[in-house]
Antibody, heavy 117, light 107 residues
Framework: QVQLKETGPGLVQPTQTLSITCTVS????????MQWVRQTPGKGLEWMGF???????EYNSEFKSRLSISRDTSKNQVFLKMNSLKTEDTGVYYC???????????WGQGVMVTVSS | DIQMTQSPSVLSASVGDRVTLSCKAS??????LDWYQQKLGEAPKLLIY???NLQTGIPSRFSGSGSGTDYTLTISSLQPEDVATYFC?????????FGSGTKLEIK
């Protein structure tokens, strides 16, 4: 069955870099887009970006200058890295599989990230 | 950016009621819209894709409709397990955007 699970640091200091790993099973990363979505108290649900089945990426311009999405298909993992963190980046970060490119048909449980000194 | 406006922000209804949730886009999104249900403490869950297609395993009391800028999610007979926040999501053009949600409560 399809499963996704995010793992991350929980607490990150302001100005530091956030790294989250999404480990998937039950499908191939080379057949689906993988999206990242976050949910913050200030802005609700926000689409962050995706990596296509072919490996190219697209980002929300809101994050483009500090966001990077990559993957390791041999390990069935997708990675999110975002630098220069601010307190308003505090929230839950989700990876999701995108059927037909955009519809988010399976989601991970999410990982809570707190940005605080 | 396309803005998605959901109304009402909070809806209280009785079990068995027919419930209608609205999502309005700031420009034509050509039916490129999904609906998600999020229960407290859980990840969002896909209910409806491309405006009116029911995701596998979702009860048939859920339905979607709309075109252009105006879209609707309908629950034909509200059940206690439908208590959740509902979000619309457009993928017609980037950046992809979510609505702010409608919180559905039972009276």
């Amino acid at each position: 069955q399809v499963q996704l699970k995010e793992t991350g640091p929980g607490l990150v200091q302001p100005t530091q870099t956030l790294s989250i790993t999404c480990t998937v099973s039950g499908f191939s990363l080379t057949s689906y887009y993988m999206q990242w979505v976050r949910q913050t108290p200030g802005k609700g649900l926000e689409w962050m970006g995706f990596i296509r089945s072919g490996g190219s990426t697209e980002y929300n311009s809101e994050f483009k200058s500090r966001l990077s999405i990559s993957r390791d298909t041999s390990k069935n993992q997708v990675f999110l890295k975002m630098n220069s963190l601010k307190t308003e980046d505090t929230g839950v970060y989700y990876c999701a599989r995108a059927d037909d490119g955009y519809t988010l048909d399976y989601w991970g449980q999410g990982v809570m990230v707190t940005v605080s000194s | 950016d396309i803005q998605m406006t959901q109304s009402p922000s909070v809806l209280s209804a009785s079990v068995g009621d027919r419930v209608t949730l609205s999502c309005k886009a700031s420009q034509n999104i050509n039916k490129n819209l999904d609906w998600y249900q999020q229960k407290l403490g859980e990840a969002p869950k896909l209910l409806i894709y491309f405006t009116n297609n029911l995701q596998t395993g979702i009860p048939s009391r859920f339905s979607g409709s709309g075109s252009g800028t105006d879209y609707t999610l309908t629950i034909s007979s509200l059940q206690p397990e439908d208590v959740a926040t509902y979000f619309c999501f457009q993928y017609n053009s980037g950046p992809l955007t979510f609505g702010s949600g409608t919180k559905l409560e039972i009276k």
